[in-house]
Every structure is written in C-alpha cells, then in structure tokens.
C-alpha cells in the first residue's frame, strides 16, 4: 500500500504542474492530447521491438521450447501492431465519413510583436 502512494504521489508532483499552466479547457484537452499520442507512439515501438525481440529469440534459439516462445512473441507482437493500426483506420474513416477536418482544439495564439525589421 505504501509503494503505491508514493507512485500516486510521484504521478501527480510531475502532472499538476502541467495542469496549473493550463490557462482554459483548451490548453487542458491540448495537453492530454499530446500525452495521448505520445502512449501511442510508445506503444506501437514496443509493439514492433516485441516482434523483432520475437523473430531473434526464436532464430537463435536451438531448443524446442524457446523457439516457440519466440514465435509466440512475434505473433503477439503482429497481432498487437495489427489492432493498433487497425484503430486508427477506424478512426481516420470515420473523420473523413463526417468531416472532420481538424484533430487538434482551437488554441488561440499568443500576441504577436511586428518589429518591422
């Protein structure tokens, strides 16, 4: 119970400073969107190490069992790289069914200086 609450505790010390500069729900729902696709990213190279970590397991293994383990590994591996993408068809059909255009919020800039230069 104790470990969790200092993860619990680590979690929100490097969260809520990100959250406080959030000036309006736009910077909020801009912030988790960058996080969100950050995962995504990180998953989908773990997914493709998965199945390279799989292929060379199983191609420098001699025994019977491990080389299977490896195969294993590296169909887990496609079949995770498969769903993943497979979503985010999914998804890019759907934006194109119903028009829409822009993932990202509306996030209004900053005051921009002209120096005439």
């Not at 500069?21 to 493709?48: E, G, K, P, R």
């Not at 769903?83 to 005051?111: A, D, E, H, K, Y």
Request: aromatic share 10%; proline share 3%.
């Amino acid at each position: 119970m104790r470990k969790s609450a200092y993860s619990a505790l680590t979690v929100a010390t490097l969260i809520l400073p990100a959250l406080a500069s959030a000036a309006s729900v736009y910077d909020l729902l801009a912030l988790f969107n960058n996080v969100l696709n950050a995962a995504i990213a990180i998953l989908i190279t773990a997914a493709v190490v998965a199945v390279f970590y799989g292929v060379v397991k199983a191609i420098f293994s001699a025994a019977g069992e491990a080389k299977k383990e490896g195969w294993k590994i590296a169909l887990q591996g496609v079949f995770a790289v498969f769903i993943m993408v497979s979503i985010w068809g999914i998804i890019r059909l759907l934006q194109n069914t119903f028009s829409v255009t822009s993932t990202s919020p509306v996030i209004p800039q900053g005051v921009q200086i002209n120096t005439g230069l």
